[in-house]
């Protein structure tokens, strides 16, 4: 166990003296509101915690790379120096990695970028969103197998501690979600919307906490969003019925002609649906981040033009932000909610009894 | 856009831990919870059943009762109206033989007076003839005590011979 521990601690490279860097260059450089968003909201390969530039503090994450040519190398981001330097023939670009012809630790502005080999890189580092992902799944593994204990020692009991926070949402998704959406054949469903609504609200609301492991923009990011509309769109191919092809591919009593004007909008709706759940998630958090950042960043806009008049703007900017602060807090639950209803609808419509549908319709012209 | 571009390492990780997290909470959180949920859901429903179920056997058991109760008043009322009516009747029917009686006892009292007085009358007239007698005999006496009163009387009364 404690070599264990050596070994993580020796792949994150956690020394003082590695982090600490001159602090001169960062004076000079003028604040820059749209990069520090975007360095924000976007993934890194080290945890950033405070200071700026050069000498800022951060926590170096583990690099594994593969390329096909190089084969699999893991090692601290520590060695990259913040994008100064390359290590192992890899050098960050802008926190992306890309494949460099020089191998050995040398000046990364030195370095030339190698574009082939950069294509063909498969970068699966533990980096910052990783870690959240990792931290969000171990926290929601023990939050619900604990609870899940207390249900057993605790049978017919009324709720109590976690327990009584986490049944109401749990009974919710059931009751209000699944059942209505999905229909009789709700309760496979429930787990995977369970999954997906407690994944979306715990990430959601671990993104509203400034200091780690919270703060990231892991529900803001594409990469995450569309792996959860991929699920959903996995899952209805496989459980959809033969009248939910029928109507994609072949809607009942319509002439041919029109099915080759209607085949292609049904087929196109069919994708559409995930991609939508997709970007409105990562729309909605992304953008959550972006306005509380945008209000921070007045207050050094302004502090760089007067010193007094940012400490005046900072009073506004932490009353917006505290009020939007609470709007995400609505939003972390919205989204949520939002997210595993529409999955929860499409399930529905996925495995719908159609012949009854038809026939309704019918009895109704 | 490096923000719109989804990064190939990060959909892997989701994948294995999402697949991983969903796999033990589906077996470990969310089967356990959502079955005790259900069960206690139709324990409380049973429950409930069941404590409905009592409440319309005790409506039915306190409408029983009441019919019985009821039931018994109007019994009672029936009791004493019929016990009323026989107090009266007796009332009635001694007042009746008390009536008769007392008249009997009148009229043999009335019967016993007239007859008591009928005695009383007779005793009187004799004691009246016996005093009269008496009376007739002392005046008789003291007429005759001399023989001057004598030879008046007789000749009054040879006088009233004498006329006849």
């Given at each position: 166990m404690g070599r264990f521990l050596l070994a993580i601690l020796t792949i994150l490279g956690l020394s003082s003296s590695a982090l600490k860097a001159e602090e001169k260059d960062s004076k000079e450089k003028k604040f820059n509101p749209g990069e520090l968003i975007m360095e924000h909201i976007g993934d890194a390969h080290e945890w950033h915690l405070w200071g700026e530039g050069d000498g800022a503090t951060a926590i170096p994450l583990p690099v594994i790379v593969y390329s096909r040519d190089r084969g699999l190398d893991v090692f601290s981001s520590v060695h990259f120096e913040h994008g100064r330097k390359t290590y192992k023939g890899y050098k960050l670009d802008h926190s992306r990695i890309v494949a460099v012809n020089e191998m050995g630790t040398i000046d990364a502005i030195d370095a030339s970028v190698n574009p082939e080999l950069t294509d063909g890189i498969w970068d699966i580092s533990i980096s910052k969103n990783v870690v959240t992902l990792l931290f969000s799944c171990l926290f929601m593994l023990w939050l619900f197998i604990s609870v899940a204990r207390t249900y057993v020692a605790n049978a017919n009991?009324?709720?109590?501690?976690?327990?009584?926070?986490?049944?109401?949402?749990?009974?919710?998704?059931?009751?209000?979600?699944?059942?209505?959406?999905?229909?009789?054949?709700?309760?496979?469903?429930?787990?995977?919307?369970?999954?997906?609504?407690?994944?979306?609200?715990?990430?959601?609301?671990?993104?509203?906490?400034?200091?780690?492991?919270g703060g990231t923009n892991l529900t803001g990011n594409i990469a995450i969003t569309m792996s959860l509309a991929l699920v959903t769109l996995i899952v209805i191919t496989l459980t959809a019925n033969g009248g939910y092809w029928?109507?994609?591919?072949?809607?009942?009593?319509?002439?041919?002609?029109?099915?080759?004007?209607?085949?292609?909008i049904e087929i196109l709706g069919f994708l559409l649906r995930p991609f939508v759940?997709?970007?409105?998630?990562?729309?909605?958090?992304?953008?959550?981040?972006?306005?509380?950042?945008?209000?921070?960043?007045?207050?050094?806009?302004?502090?760089?033009?007067?010193v007094g008049l940012g400490y005046g703007v900072?009073?506004?900017?932490?009353?917006?932000?505290?009020?939007?602060?609470?709007?995400?807090?609505?939003?972390a639950f919205l989204q949520a909610y939002v997210f595993v209803l529409l999955t929860a609808m499409y399930f529905g419509a996925a495995i719908e009894d159609h012949h009854a549908h038809v026939t309704d319709q019918h009895q109704t012209l | 856009m490096e923000l719109v571009k989804p990064a190939f390492g990060l959909i892997f990780w989701m994948f294995v831990s999402f697949g991983i997290i969903f796999y033990l909470l589906k077996k470990y959180a969310w089967q356990p919870i959502l079955?005790?949920?259900?069960?206690?859901?139709?324990?409380?429903?049973?429950?409930?059943?069941?404590?409905?179920?009592?409440?319309?056997?005790?409506?039915?058991?306190?409408?029983?009762?009441?019919?019985?109760?009821?039931?018994?008043?109007?019994?009672?009322?029936?009791?004493?109206?019929?016990?009323?009516?026989?107090?009266?009747?007796?009332?009635?029917?001694?007042?009746?033989?008390?009536?008769?009686?007392?008249?009997?006892?009148?009229?043999?009292?009335?019967?016993?007076?007239?007859?008591?007085?009928?005695?009383?009358?007779?005793?009187?007239?004799?004691?009246?003839?016996?005093?009269?007698?008496?009376?007739?005999?002392?005046?008789?006496?003291?007429?005759?005590?001399?023989?001057?009163?004598?030879?008046?009387?007789?000749k009054a009364l040879l006088e009233d011979v004498n006329l006849n």
């Open positions: 009991g009324a709720p109590k501690g976690k327990q009584s926070f986490v049944e109401p949402l749990i009974t919710f998704i059931r009751d209000e979600v699944a059942k209505p959406s999905i229909g009789p054949k709700y309760e496979k469903y429930v787990p995977y919307l369970l999954t997906v609504f407690f994944f979306i609200l715990v990430n959601n609301l671990l993104g509203l906490i400034p200091i780690f492991p029928r109507h994609i591919f072949a809607m009942p009593g319509i002439p041919v002609g029109i099915l080759v004007i209607l085949t292609p759940l997709m970007i409105r998630l990562f729309a909605n958090i992304t953008a959550g981040h972006i306005i509380a950042l945008s209000f921070y960043s007045l207050i050094f806009i302004f502090g760089e033009m007067n900072s009073v506004l900017s932490i009353a917006f932000t505290v009020f939007m602060g609470f709007l995400e807090l609505l939003v | 079955k005790m949920l259900k069960e206690r859901e139709e324990g409380i429903q049973t429950s409930l059943d069941s404590a409905k179920k009592a409440r319309e056997e005790m409506a039915a058991l306190q409408s029983s009762n009441e019919r019985i109760l009821s039931e018994a008043k109007a019994e009672r009322d029936a009791l004493i109206k019929e016990a009323r009516e026989i107090k009266e009747s007796i009332i009635n029917e001694a007042k009746t033989k008390a009536t008769q009686e007392a008249g009997r006892l009148m009229a043999a009292a009335r019967e016993n007076i007239n007859n008591e007085k009928m005695a009383a009358i007779t005793e009187l007239k004799n004691q009246v003839a016996l005093l009269s007698m008496e009376i007739a005999e002392k005046i008789l006496k003291e007429e005759l005590t001399s023989q001057e009163k004598q030879k008046t009387l007789i």
